[in-house]
């Protein structure tokens, strides 16, 4: 896709909300040719909602009922209905917590996008710092990918290393990886915008 306006993105996120402010502020310092449309979340009291209603940006809570692991049926349906509604062109997944069905993918084919904190394909689900730790590997980092109907199997876009020490704990490493994740997702996103990504099967090329 080659946007020739700001590329009007809408972030799904169930936590704390990090990656969206790093997404934000790279918009903020004219690193990022973007716009966040709309922030969603799957958990009512989640940080990221509070984030964006504090930086102006509509923000809502999207119920996933009944479903507890993925975004499917009627809940699919309407989270959809909010990023029409706001005009979303890409969709971010910031902690989401949740996989991404069928119906989604298909509505926005090759433009939802995923941060996962491991060099995907290793450790993909959750935990996957802890995951990284316990194997004992001494290089880390994140992976910003497309989604596709796998967990965390999409075409890669961009990784990011950091290196795992003697004295890390879980958090200590989650704490070095998310540092690159906020470098990662904004750049990731620019190559977007800027219509450099042309995905062929499970290849992401950047021109
Ligand atoms: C990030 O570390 C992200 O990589 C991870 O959740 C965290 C969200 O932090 N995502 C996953 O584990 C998805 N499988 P944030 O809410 O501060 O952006």
């Known amino acids: 896709m080659k946007p020739t306006s700001p590329l009007a993105i809408g972030i ?13 502020d790279a ?8 716009r966040v449309v709309c922030v969603l979340s799957d958990v009512p009291d989640a940080f990221i909602l509070q984030r964006a209603r504090q930086q102006g940006i509509p923000a809502e809570f999207v119920s996933a009922a009944p ?3 993925k975004l499917d049926g009627e809940a699919e349906q309407r989270t959809l209905a909010v990023l029409r509604r706001y005009g979303a062109e890409v969709i971010v997944l910031a902690g989401f917590m949740r996989i991404i069905k069928r119906g989604m993918l298909q509505a926005f084919p090759h433009r939802i996008l995923n941060i996962h904190p491991a060099l995907l394909p290793a450790f993909p689900g959750v935990d996957s710092w802890k995951q990284a730790l316990d ?3 001494k ?5 910003v990918h497309f989604v596709d109907e796998g967990t965390d199997t999409g075409p890669i876009l961009l990784q990011k290393t950091v290196p795992v020490l003697d004295s890390d704990t879980p958090a200590t490493l989650h ?20 219509g450099r990504v042309q995905v062929e099967g499970r290849i992401a090329r950047i021109s």
């Open 27 to 34: 918009i903020a310092a004219g690193r990022l040719n973007a």
């Open 135 to 137: 194997y004992g590997v």
């Open 139 to 143: 290089v880390a980092g994140c992976t």
């Open 12 to 24: 799904l996120g169930s936590g704390k909300g990090t990656n969206a402010q790093a997404i934000i």
């Open 175 to 194: 704490a070095r990886i998310q540092e690159q994740e906020h470098i990662a997702f904004p750049e990731a996103l620019q190559l977007l915008a800027e």
């Open 67 to 69: 479903f507890k692991t």
